[in-house]
């Protein structure tokens, strides 16, 4: 329970504490491969719109309402920062009340920034709102070094002065108004946070701003949406060029977030490696256009029951396909780890050449050790597909890597257990619970205490 002036604050009722990894990673997973997966899953609100929606509500002198917000260790670290910049959150259910009516404080703390990247994003609406910030760089991650190079050359592009000093970003405007200027800026890579950093930022700005080679993500265009329910002015978001007329304040409103295509395609891709029917919903289809093209590319079907509603009906031998992440509307490098568990088991050979993040293909090591048969090659993974995998002890490296080992983890032949699940609940809510209600067979363990609860896992 977090405390402010001695008086209990209605926070994270229902939130994963954000304890640091290892104090949360007294436990692991333990699951028995082999079982078929049948029924429905309810998919969760998007982690990647959440947390920058959350930002975005410091756009605002008004209280917020953001609904379908998973419970995600990531959330409460998001809220943890806003909370320290002034922001008072209440949370409901998946209903988050966010009030930055009074924020007064420009400098978000590097001890909860350095435990999430995405904190970055508070940024753009604190020099928008404040004409000040201060934010400690975000430094690399599992995946790569993850600069925010372009973050900062838009914002001076819009008058901000920046300075990096001891591992913090300055930012400031000058003159009275303290208000950044709209300006035109093309984007050397389309970095979805970087285009919703300078998209939240010119909100606010006095006149014109075009994001050119800006990024397409679902998240980019869901932040718009929220922008413009607030009275901003946006066009074109969701396309590869952003017009932002910057307006001199926002105000309240109350907004439902996506459904997250992620989590989507993750459960797509257990019912693909299972061989297993399963439906679910909420889901936009368009958002999954890519990963439902490799998912039939491997021989499954995917057919839209509903307008929100998919249905997974499995091919009984996987074929091998080849893969490439790009940025939207291309492959998601989010599901590129997802799909290597389902290509290790597919018949053939198959490449993935991942070209978003140059440190992300760590579960090969892992995947390996359960059977599979993969060899890398710089940025390339290549595949060659096997019968089975055999369950054995493996380590999560980051968020994706662990929804690979949990799938291949299903799929194996015997039991598998996972360590590293503080990389899981940065970005699942209840993966354990979806999955047994799925028919899975598996449990957290403490693994201080009798490992294992369930007769049919002990060995
Ligand atoms: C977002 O990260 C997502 N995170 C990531 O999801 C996702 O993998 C990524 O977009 C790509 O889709 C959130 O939304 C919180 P980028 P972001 O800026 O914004 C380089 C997950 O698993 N780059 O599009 O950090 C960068 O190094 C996470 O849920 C620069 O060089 O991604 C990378 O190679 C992981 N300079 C590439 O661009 C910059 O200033 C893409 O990064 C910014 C980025």
């Not at 019968?387 to 080992?405: E, F, I, K, N, Q």
Request: hydrophobic fraction near 45%; include cysteine.
């Amino acid at each position: 329970m977090l405390m402010q002036e001695g008086k209990a604050i209605t926070f994270t009722s229902n939130l994963p504490n954000t304890l640091a990894a290892s104090e949360e990673d007294s436990a692991i997973l333990e699951i028995l491969g082999g079982q078929r997966l049948s029924g429905h899953v309810t998919i969760s609100g998007a982690k990647n719109s959440a947390l920058v929606l959350m930002a975005g509500a410091l756009l605002c002198p008004q209280e917020c309402r953001l609904r379908n917000v998973p419970s995600l260790v990531d959330v409460g670290r998001m809220g943890e920062i806003l909370r320290a910049l002034g922001v008072k959150l209440e949370r409901q259910g998946d209903c988050l009340t966010l009030n930055a009516s009074s924020i007064g404080e420009s400098r978000a703390p590097y001890e909860l920034v350095s435990q999430l990247r995405a904190s970055f994003f508070v940024i753009g609406p604190l020099l928008a709102r404040l004409g000040v910030a201060r934010v400690p760089l975000p430094g690399g991650c599992a995946i790569g070094a993850r600069p925010v190079d372009l973050h900062v050359r838009g914002l001076q592009a819009m008058g901000a002065e920046v300075q990096i000093d001891h591992g913090m970003v300055n930012a400031y405007v000058r003159g009275a108004s303290k208000r950044l200027k709209g300006a035109k800026i093309y984007l050397d890579y389309p970095s979805v946070g970087a285009t919703e950093t300078l998209m939240m930022a010119a909100t606010l700005a006095d006149g014109e701003t075009i994001i050119e080679n800006a990024a397409q993500e679902p998240e980019v265009a869901d932040l718009a949406n929220f922008c413009r329910a607030m009275g901003a002015k946006i066009w074109g978001a969701g396309t590869n060029t952003i017009t932002i007329s910057g307006v001199p304040s926002l105000y309240s409103t109350d907004y439902s977030i996506i459904p997250d295509r992620i989590e989507a395609g993750t459960f797509l891709v257990a019912g693909a490696i299972t061989c297993s029917e399963i439906s679910l919903s909420p889901v936009v289809p368009d958002h999954l256009t890519a990963v439902i093209a490799k998912l039939q590319a491997v021989g499954a079907q995917v057919i839209t029951e509903a307008p929100h509603r998919l249905r997974l009906i499995p091919s009984d031998r996987n074929r091998a396909t080849d893969i490439e992440t790009l940025p939207y509307p291309g492959f998601p490098t989010d599901m590129q780890a997802q799909f290597m568990a389902l290509l290790a088991l597919s018949e053939g050979n198959s490449v993935i050449t991942e070209t978003v993040f140059e440190n992300r293909l760590r579960h090969v090591a892992e995947l390996n050790r359960m059977g599979a048969n993969i060899r890398l090659k710089g940025c390339n993974a290549i595949i060659q597909g096997v019968p089975m995998l055999s369950g054995a002890p493996v380590v999560a490296t980051d968020l994706r890597a662990s929804a690979a080992l949990v799938l291949a983890g299903l799929a194996a032949n015997g039991k598998t257990t996972i360590q590293g699940l503080h990389h899981l609940d940065r970005g699942y809510e209840q993966l354990e619970t979806k999955l047994q209600k799925l028919g899975a067979r598996l449990q957290r363990v403490k693994v201080s205490s009798d490992s294992s609860k369930d007769p049919a896992l002990k060995t």
